[in-house]
C-alpha cells in the first residue's frame, strides 16, 4: 500500500513546492500518462497523449463554457486538457483507486479545479452526475464486461457530444459485419518496449460494431473520426441541451 497523498508545503515552509510535487511523483511506482506538472517535470508516464492520441481524438480546440466528462481518467491528462480549452467544469472519474490518488497529485500539482472520483462508468447517472456537454470515453470500452451497459450509462449523462476511443479487431473476412471479438483471459498490452499482460481486456469490436452499440443506445450522427489509434467515434444526442450539475434538492443520495 503506497502512502497516502501528504499535504502541499505551506508557502513559508523551506520545503519547495516543486520538491513537493517530486517526492510525490517518485513515491508512485506506475504511471501511465505523461503530463508536464511544472516545467521540466513530466510525470514518467508510458503513454504521451499529445504525441499518441491528441491528434486523433476529436478534442474541441475551444472547450469554452463546457461541462465535461472524463470517464476512465488515469491521471487525467484529458481533464486538465479540457480545463485548458476553457471547459467550465470537469468531472473526472475512474474505478481504480490508484489512478485517483495519481490524479490527485497532478491536480495539486497543476493547481486544477477538476473534480476526480473513485467511481465506476456503470455508476453515472443524471441524479448524482448531472448531465453534459462532452463525454470523453477515451480507452475503456475494450476493458469493460457489459460494454452496452456502460454506453447506456453515457448516453443517460450526455446533452451534447460524446467522444469514444477503443482498441478494436478488424478483419477483412468480416466484411461489414458488426463483431466484437471476446478475450475471456485478457490479453499482452502495455508499453510496447515492456508489453504486460492485462488481464482485464475483454471485448475488441470491429468499427462497425462500435458504430452500431452508439447507435443501440439511442446517440445519434455517429462518424467515425479515425482508425489510429485504435478507433475513434464522435456521436451526439438526438436533442441537445446545456449540461448541468445534479439538483441537490432532489435527494439524488437517497
Ligand atoms: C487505458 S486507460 C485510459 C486512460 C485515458 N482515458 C486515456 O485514454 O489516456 C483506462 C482507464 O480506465 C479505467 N477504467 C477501467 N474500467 C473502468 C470502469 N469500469 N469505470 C471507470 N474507469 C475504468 C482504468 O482504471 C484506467 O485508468
Redesign the pocket.
Known sequence: MNAPLSNPPAADTTMGFRTWIEAEVAKEPYW??RIELAPGLVTPGW?D?YKE?VPYYGLPEDMTGMRVL?????EG??SFEAERRGAKEVVA????PD?IRRFNICRAALGSKVTGFL????DLSPQTFGTFDLV?F???LY??RHPIL?LQKIASVSSGTVLL?TANYESEAIGDISVAKFHPFGIQSGPPKNPMFDP?VFFLPNANCVRDMLLHVGLKSVECLSMIPGTVFRAEVETKSVGTPPDQSKAPWC
Open positions: 501511465f500518462h503513454s497523449p492520441k472524463d470517464i476512465g481518467c488515469a491528462f484529458f472519474i475512474d474505478s481504480f489512478s467511481t465506476n462508468v456503470y470523453l477515451y480507452g475503456v476493458h469493460l456502460a476511443q482485464t
